[in-house]
């Protein structure tokens, strides 16, 4: 049996009274009990990453700020992602575009997928992400979460069988995608290397 995935849940909003924590939280309770993976929650609350201003591109891989260093070696641990993201006009939040900004080579070559809420169940927060992702060489999943009618589920704490449904297929594409990817980065080759 190979070593369960390591997977960062982003916290993607650090507005006052949020939903992106509570559904954060939601994902992450229904990753427990799962054996193929191990899922922490990396909160951008706690992180307070100015807006990305540095005179170096994280592209050229020399990390001199002692933030960006820390958050570098946090975010490296992981093995995959799942971004959990508001939309805000028919875009992600901008604290979460920020942290991703500020990192390059910790998110190459790693699966992320997509959890969000929104007038359309975040569909455009999500297609904005994915050709983020995709710039900081990612492999983003065709498998999503769009959560409508999210503060009711979350005042009632329940989400729909289908959210439940969906929230499974996530799991099981970016469990399949992170092993793969995992073996891949053991690989030596220099196919796309920055």
């Given at each position: 049996?190979?070593?369960p995935l390591n997977i960062q849940i982003l916290?993607?909003?650090v507005r006052e009274g949020r939903i992106s924590l509570p559904v954060a939280r939601w994902v992450q309770e229904r990753s427990v009990g799962r054996s193929d993976l191990s899922a922490q929650l990396v909160d951008l609350a706690d992180w307070n990453l100015p807006m990305f201003a540095l005179p170096t591109s994280p592209a050229m891989?020399?990390?001199?700020?002692p933030l960006q260093q820390r958050w570098a070696a946090t975010i490296g641990k992981a093995e995959g992602y799942i971004l959990v993201s508001p939309e805000y006009n028919h875009s992600t939040s901008p604290v979460l575009k920020n942290a991703l900004d500020y990192l390059w080579a910790e998110w190459n070559r790693k699966p992320v997928?997509?959890?969000s809420f929104g007038n359309v169940g975040g569909a455009r927060a999500i297609e904005q992400l994915r050709g983020i992702a995709i710039e900081l060489r990612m492999a983003p999943l065709g498998e999503a979460v769009h959560l409508f009618d999210v503060r009711a589920k979350v005042e009632k704490q329940r989400f729909d069988d289908g959210d439940e449904k969906h929230l499974t297929q996530l799991f099981d594409s970016l469990v399949w995608w992170g092993t793969t990817l995992r073996a891949g980065r053991l690989e030596?080759?220099?196919v796309g290397q920055a």
């Open positions: 049996m190979t070593e916290v993607g909003s891989g020399d990390y001199t700020d997928a997509f959890v030596p080759h220099n």
